[in-house]
């Protein structure tokens, strides 16, 4: 059972575009919701987090939707580089739960033409 | 201030052998997390370790086991190896594991690439 799913599973945006990826949850109980950015042969590394109690953040060129009610959540790349390719992760976590184990989605394959 | 570092790198094995793999958590962090990602897929929690206990298991049966040691470094284990358990080891650490704790964020190491053969 995938407790956040991920959606696109590819995408491909032109150099200066916006690349926007959407996650969606079941566990209202989560209360933690990072974005990892991986590159091939590397761990995953965290980009930026949100906490329900806030509808958006923004750091740099990037930026998480929130929207509680409709428990889904988005990742917004701003003018996406050649750089910014790599494979992108949501993920939740409910700290409440005794460990705080990350939940990923599938994965998003970002490509950034020049 | 030193990341999460893993070893070995790349590990070859065959079915039904036992496999040690090595994590050091990042400095200050005394929680540590595996985690298993299969080829083009997202990381599956394993379990996770606070202060040398065992503090939460995923959906992996006990051939899958694990210890911290004082120093907060880790190791995974898994017996009687399947073909199946070929993927990406990842071992995360965090400041605090307690429920409630303050601090959610994970940091990766880089992983261990198993190749069961």
């Known amino acids: 059972q995938q407790q956040v799913k991920q959606s696109p599973q590819s995408l491909i945006v032109q150099k200066g575009g916006i690349s926007i990826i959407n996650c969606a949850y079941e566990?209202?109980?989560?209360?933690?919701f990072p974005w990892y950015q991986q590159f091939p042969g590397k761990g995953p590394a965290l980009l930026i987090a949100?906490?329900?109690?806030?509808s958006e953040k923004k750091e740099g060129r990037f930026t998480i939707s929130f929207n509680k009610s409709a428990k889904q959540f988005s990742l917004h790349i701003m003018d996406s580089q050649p750089g910014d390719s790599a494979t992108y992760f949501c993920?939740?976590?409910?700290?409440?739960?005794?460990?705080?184990?990350?939940?990923f989605g599938t994965g998003t394959r970002l490509t950034v033409i020049p | 201030e030193t990341g999460v570092t893993q070893s070995p790198t790349h590990l070859i094995k065959t079915r039904g052998q036992q496999v040690t793999l090595r994590c050091s958590s990042q400095?200050?962090?005394?929680?540590v997390s595996w985690y298993q990602q299969a080829l083009g897929q997202g990381p599956q929690f394993i379990f996770q370790?606070?202060?040398?206990?065992?503090?939460g298991r995923g959906n992996f049966p006990p051939r899958f086991s694990g210890l911290q040691f004082p120093n907060y470094s880790s190791e995974l284990n898994v017996n009687a190896l399947e073909l199946d358990d070929s993927a990406l080891y990842l071992c995360?650490?965090?400041?605090?594991?307690?429920?409630?704790?303050?601090?959610?964020?994970?940091?990766f190491g880089p992983g261990t690439r198993l190749t069961v053969l």
């Open positions: 995360a650490s965090s400041p605090e594991g307690l429920a409630g704790g303050i601090y959610n964020e994970q940091f």
């Open positions: 566990n209202t109980a989560f209360d933690y």
């Open positions: 949100i906490r329900p109690d806030v």
């Open positions: 993920a939740a976590s409910n700290k409440w739960a005794g460990a705080n184990n990350l939940f």
């Open positions: 400095s200050g962090h005394n929680t």
């Open positions: 370790y606070y202060r040398e206990e065992e503090n």
